[in-house]
């Protein structure tokens, strides 16, 4: 398990560009609409969900974190025309769509050993979970059970994120009771489908509002990745 502090709100803005620049696009507003509705783009969106959802109902099956609130962003992004300088592959394709997921659980922050055990724990049977009792999750477990120290280090901040490939678990800062180190709410952004899904569930939950149910809050961040692509070329992926 490895920590990285790594918020989800530039993630969120970069989904939520649907075109580079208004001038150098690859294809009109109109096309990128057709293109990110077509049935491809809807089965392979629809897969892609359901794949990040599951992921999100690991969590809450098996370990001690409960389910409160789900934010999808799925964005389709334009590519460019030309890029002459900083190629970064964005001339190369029409439209290129991916998929932000961000769950809020609510914890117990009495109990912090036992539900990062359990998450340690549901990682070493669950692929979907891929966090486990390595040597970085022994150390944290360690720290929470209060047998071991800060594995960020001596006089460091509190651990409050780890992050591995396939996601971010980032929960609120429960020893040095730092207000400024709590998960933030989620940003509201348009809702403009095809090009643009923007989806709260339940459209009533707040982080806040879990915060003050369950004592703490735990924020798990998925991407899909580029889940379709439509190249210059005609060619799919």
Same mark, same amino acid.
């Given at each position: 398990?490895?920590?990285?502090?790594?918020?989800?709100?530039a993630?969120?803005?970069?989904?939520?560009?649907?075109?580079?620049?208004?001038?150098?696009?690859?294809?009109?507003?109109?096309?990128?609409?057709?293109?990110?509705? #077509?049935?491809?783009a809807?089965?392979?969106?629809?897969?892609?969900?359901?794949?990040?959802?599951?992921?999100?109902?690991a969590?809450?099956?098996?370990?001690?974190? #409960?389910?409160?609130?789900?934010?999808?962003?799925?964005?389709?992004?334009?590519?460019?025309?030309?890029?002459?300088?900083?190629?970064?592959g964005?001339?190369?394709?029409?439209?290129?769509?991916?998929?932000?997921?961000?769950?809020?659980?609510g914890?117990?922050?009495?109990?912090m050993g036992?539900?990062?055990?359990?998450?340690?724990?549901?990682?070493?049977?669950?692929?979907?979970?891929p966090?486990?009792?390595?040597?970085?999750?022994r150390r944290?477990?360690?720290?929470?059970?209060?047998?071991?120290?800060?594995?960020n280090g001596?006089?460091?901040?509190?651990?409050?994120?780890?992050f591995?490939?396939?996601?971010?678990?980032?929960?609120?800062?429960?020893?040095?009771?730092?207000?400024?180190?709590?998960?933030?709410?989620?940003?509201?952004?348009?809702?403009d489908?095809?090009?643009?899904?923007?989806?709260?569930?339940?459209?009533?939950?707040?982080?806040?509002?879990?915060?003050?149910?369950?004592?703490?809050?735990?924020?798990?961040?998925?991407? #899909?990745?580029?889940y379709?692509?439509?190249?210059?070329?005609?060619?799919?992926?």
């Amino acid at each position: 398990m490895k920590s990285m502090a790594k918020g989800g709100l530039a993630v969120l803005l970069l989904l939520a560009m649907t075109a580079c620049s208004s001038g150098n696009r690859a294809v009109s507003p109109k096309e990128a609409r057709r293109l990110a509705s #077509s049935r491809q783009a809807v089965e392979a969106r629809q897969q892609a969900e359901q794949k990040l959802r599951k992921v999100v109902r690991a969590y809450a099956d098996r370990t001690r974190l #409960s389910l409160g609130l789900v934010v999808v962003l799925d964005a389709c992004q334009t590519g460019l025309r030309k890029q002459a300088f900083f190629q970064d592959g964005s001339d190369t394709y029409k439209i290129a769509c991916s998929m932000h997921v961000t769950a809020y659980y609510g914890a117990d922050p009495h109990h912090m050993g036992d539900v990062i055990d359990s998450i340690l724990t549901a990682g070493e049977s669950d692929p979907q979970i891929p966090f486990t009792h390595d040597d970085d999750g022994r150390r944290l477990l360690a720290y929470y059970r209060g047998k071991g120290p800060n594995p960020n280090g001596p006089g460091a901040l509190e651990p409050s994120d780890a992050f591995v490939r396939e996601g971010t678990l980032t929960w609120d800062s429960v020893r040095d009771h730092n207000p400024r180190r709590l998960v933030e709410e989620p940003l509201t952004l348009k809702n403009d489908p095809p090009v643009q899904r923007f989806l709260r569930e339940p459209s009533s939950a707040t982080v806040s509002g879990l915060r003050k149910k369950y004592g703490m809050v735990f924020r798990l961040e998925l991407d #899909s990745g580029d889940y379709y692509k439509v190249y210059k070329s005609g060619r799919n992926s």
